[in-house]
């Protein structure tokens, strides 16, 4: 039991903005030669969000959304910041908008999730944790928010299902 239960407690602790902010700056690293003026723009955006300045990251994120309203990595850099903030309704919006462009994009799939299990809206935060899984079923952040929340509504059975992979792992 003690292990079931130690299971159940991960993945909430997982600072989801922070899980955001190290993807968008590990896609700029990658992406360092010649880079476009837009492309550096939210690069530094980006270094902002690394050196927790909040204020002035959103202040150069609403110019940056402003001139290119469609770019799903500056949508993204959003819901890290009002993440950040605490605002989950502005987090959904912002990861709305991604989905609507990028269906199967991860980790907006598992933000969503995330943001919908913080509200207390479990059918939606299965819903998306799921659809993660079917993109990328070797997710464990995915599968043991999933498994928890089967835990919490008396699903033992879907629980199981859900924790032993992980439990292999």
């Not at 700029?28 to 050196?51: C, K, N, P, W, Y």
């Not at 002035?56 to 994120?61: G, H, I, K, P, V």
């Not at 462009?101 to 509200?119: D, F, I, K, S, V």
Request: net charge negative.
């Amino acid at each position: 039991m003690g292990g079931l239960l130690e299971l159940f407690g991960r993945g909430i602790t997982v600072d989801t903005s922070d899980l955001i902010w190290h993807w968008l700056d590990e896609r700029r690293r990658t992406e360092t030669q010649d880079l476009s003026l837009r492309e550096r723009h939210l690069a530094r955006i980006v270094d902002l969000m690394g050196e927790s300045r909040g204020e002035a990251a959103m202040e150069q994120l609403r110019l940056y959304l402003f001139e290119y309203p469609a770019c799903c990595l500056g949508r993204m850099a959003a819901a890290a910041l009002a993440l950040r903030a605490g605002n989950l309704q502005e987090a959904i919006e912002e990861l709305n908008s991604v989905y609507m462009r990028q269906p199967t994009n991860t980790l907006m799939l598992y933000a969503l999730g995330h943001c919908y299990e913080r509200l207390g809206h479990q059918a939606e935060a299965i819903e998306f944790y799921q659809d993660c899984l079917k993109f990328k079923g070797y997710l464990q952040l995915p599968a043991q928010r999933l498994g928890a929340i089967y835990f919490k509504d008396g699903r033992r059975d879907d629980a199981i299902a859900q924790y032993e992979p992980l439990s292999r792992h």
